[in-house]
């Protein structure tokens, strides 16, 4: 009953509780083994007659044929119980345990299980038989004859014996249990005696029935093999039952409900014990075009292979769990953020291999979020979301996996009041817009600006734009803002072309802002409002930007180009730089990413990257803007290079209006260097 399969862990030359117990249980079982076998092995052959042998077939056959439990521990209950009890009521103690042991061996060798495991198993079992045993003789005597009918006094000793084998035999399997996983020993023993006390009761009162069955005539054996085929059907069918409650119908991977149970187990072994572990959230990437291509069918089957892929990323003891659709989840126990980003990328790696589906390759990827205990929540519900959030903003960065992180949260409480304080600040006029000059590389003239919104937050001072406009695009707040700061912006340039009629407008666009089919109209009319041409303005948008949906992106771009208005690249070089999509798009200019430029006076890497794109540009026909510029010997190459324009601290710090104003009377155009001067550290920098 209740023989248990063992997650050993490695050996350690430290005495654990847990390793202590196994040795000291292990080997006084062996120690009765082997003294019972020395002693008293040969009657035990010489006596054993047709009853001992097909009772001790019927122990080894229902060893092999156990019942096994759902959960993570792999329990199971074997039939053998009934046989056992009636080999120790028929031949006594040192019988019984012989056949119990052997019968043991072969079905723990069947099942390649480790040799640890099998010698703890026949020790538990050896130890139950014993002490049952000794409770039989000293009452109603064993071995028991077919003379000696067991008489209504003896129920009451049959029953203690029965107690006690199932006291012994399942208290020994529950305590090494609670010690391998970490877990309160009584706490586990007393849960572990009450799942199993009736189906134990069972099979142990079916023991002395055998007996006088057999007593009787061994005719008679078939009718008992009845009641116990019944157990055993019965055991299979909640078995069965349990597995689809707690298992997904089309994967067979455990389901929310069995992920919920577990988490909760390892929150309170990470209460007790101090051991971290994290949740990581999975969202298949494209699937969606598979269902909508090729139909459910070969969805379904996909999915089908997720499990085994991801099972080739983690550990034995690691959960996976589908939690539906394309979502699954896995539970990390012991893993710090290192470990566990390690275990995310090789998620990333193995997902990203082509999937074969009915001679069909198909290519999906993932987007994973993951958040840690107790860091992160010390209760399922709160990891669950917290791991959901990053894994949105895994898909809003396009990034294999995003860990938690509470200030880009939209849901915590101090995120929620900043949005309260941001959609009433578009209002109170608290943001305000800043510009940057870009120069021409070869003269130093100015010849355009770039917008760059700050928020004069009331309490926290003047904020960056990376401060609140990734808050604005989750919430829908970057709309307004995006038009607030196109409409001042323009106004602006309206205002300086009276001095500066060749000055142009940059104007960073979100990927909200880009898939509103209403962008271009809403771009003519403040152009119109603000008697402004078309070639005027430049809109700025990221590579990342356009890839969140490239047809609707095109489509809007189209629109713009047709009207006029110049189209830039940002950060080039840094997110997907597919020279396909490039090729298609209606781009005017490309920025090298300021990371490049930066280290490209020392690093080689950096300035052959800058010096391929400057030329990939030329070759495209595009304008070419250095972002970055920070000193006069990076201004000097970007001009040897044949780049068009820089901008940078280099050059200026993003200004007021009334200061770039004065800024813009003083600047006279020169070669690069004649007018750098240091400015501050530079800040993230996106309208």
């Known amino acids: 009953l209740g023989l248990l399969t063992i997650t050993l862990r490695s050996a350690s030359l430290s005495i654990t509780p847990f390793r202590a117990f196994l040795l000291s249980v292990t080997g006084a079982g062996l120690g009765l083994v082997g003294l019972l076998l020395l002693l008293h092995g040969p009657d035990v052959a010489a006596q054993a007659d047709f009853r001992f042998w097909l009772f001790a077939a019927l122990v080894i056959l229902c060893e092999l044929l156990p019942i096994q439990l759902c959960g993570g521990r792999q329990d199971r209950i074997t039939l053998s119980t009934s046989f056992g009890f009636a080999l120790l009521l028929t031949v006594g103690i040192p019988g019984a345990v012989l056949v119990q042991a052997v019968a043991s061996v072969i079905a723990d060798v069947r099942g390649h299980k480790a040799a640890r495991v099998t010698l703890f198993n026949v020790a538990q079992y050896a130890l139950a038989l014993g002490a049952a045993g000794l409770v039989l003789a000293a009452t109603v005597g064993v071995p028991h004859t077919p003379e000696q009918a067991f008489l209504p006094r003896d129920v009451p000793w049959l029953v203690l014996a029965a107690a006690v084998f199932f006291l012994v035999n399942q208290g020994l399997t ?106 990581l959230l999975l969202d298949l990437d494209r699937f969606k075009e598979v269902n909508d291509t090729l139909g459910h069918r070969y969805g379904d089957l996909l999915l089908q292979q997720i499990g085994p892929r991801l099972g080739e990323a983690l550990r034995e003891s690691d959960t996976v769990a589908r939690l539906g659709g394309d979502e699954f989840a896995v539970l990390l126990a012991g893993v710090d953020t290192r470990s566990a980003g390690t275990v995310a990328a090789k998620i990333a790696g193995a997902l990203e291999r082509p999937f074969v ?51 880009q949260d939209l849901y915590s409480r101090g995120r929620l009041a900043l949005v309260g304080q941001l959609r009433r600040a578009v209002g109170r006029g608290e943001l305000v817009v800043h510009y940057q000059p870009k120069a021409e590389a070869p003269t130093g003239r100015i010849a355009g600006l770039e917008a760059l919104v700050r928020w004069s937050h009331p309490e926290r001072g003047l904020l960056g734009p990376d401060q609140f406009i990734p808050l604005a695009e989750q919430t829908g707040l970057i709309q307004p803002i995006a038009r607030f700061v196109l409409d001042t912006a323009l106004a602006q340039l309206a205002a300086w072309r009276g001095e500066h009629p060749d000055l142009t407008m940059a104007v960073n666009v979100s990927a909200r802002n880009l898939l509103d089919p209403q962008l271009p109209d809403d771009v003519a009319v403040a152009l119109d409002r603000h008697g402004l041409e078309p070639q005027a303005l430049v809109l700025e948008l990221t590579e990342g930007t356009i890839m969140a949906d490239p047809n609707r992106a095109l489509a809007v771009l189209d629109r713009l180009s047709e009207m006029g208005v110049r189209l830039a690249i940002d950060d080039f070089g840094v997110g997907y730089s597919s020279l396909g999509y490039l090729k298609r798009l209606p781009v005017d200019e490309i920025k090298i990413d300021k990371s490049f430029v930066l280290g490209m006076t020392h690093d080689e890497g950096d300035a052959v990257i800058v010096r391929s794109t400057i030329d990939l540009g030329r070759n495209l026909g595009l304008g070419v803007v250095a972002e970055g510029v920070e000193n006069d010997e990076a201004w000097a190459q970007l001009a040897l290079l044949g780049c068009d324009r820089v901008q940078g601290y280099g050059l200026s710090r993003p200004l007021p209006a009334e200061t770039l104003t004065r800024w813009l009377a003083e600047w006279v155009g020169a070669a690069p260097g004649t007018h750098f001067q240091p400015a501050s550290p530079p800040q993230a920098d996106r309208a």
């Open 357 to 407: 589906v009915e001679g069909v390759t198909l290519d999906v990827g993932a987007s994973m979020g993951i958040a840690f205990y107790p860091d992160h929540g010390d209760d399922v519900d709160t990891l669950v979301q917290h791991a959901d959030v990053a894994m949105y903003l895994a898909k809003e960065a396009h990034s294999s996996y995003q860990f938690y992180d509470p200030e």
């Open 174 to 279: 529950a305590t090494i249990q609670a010690l391998a996983h970490d877990e309160e020993v009584l706490d586990h023993v007393r849960h572990d005696l009450s799942f199993h006390t009736f189906t134990a009761a069972t099979l142990l009162g079916l023991g002395p029935l055998v007996v006088v069955a057999a007593d009787f005539s061994l005719l008679l054996l078939p009718l008992l093999l009845l009641p116990l085929a019944a157990v055993y059907r019965g055991g299979r069918q909640a078995v069965l039952n349990q597995h689809h409650a707690f298992h997904d119908g089309l994967t067979g991977l455990p389901n929310r409900a069995l992920l919920h149970d577990r988490m909760a187990q390892a929150l309170l072994v990470s209460q007790r014990v101090g051991t971290p572990g994290a949740v």
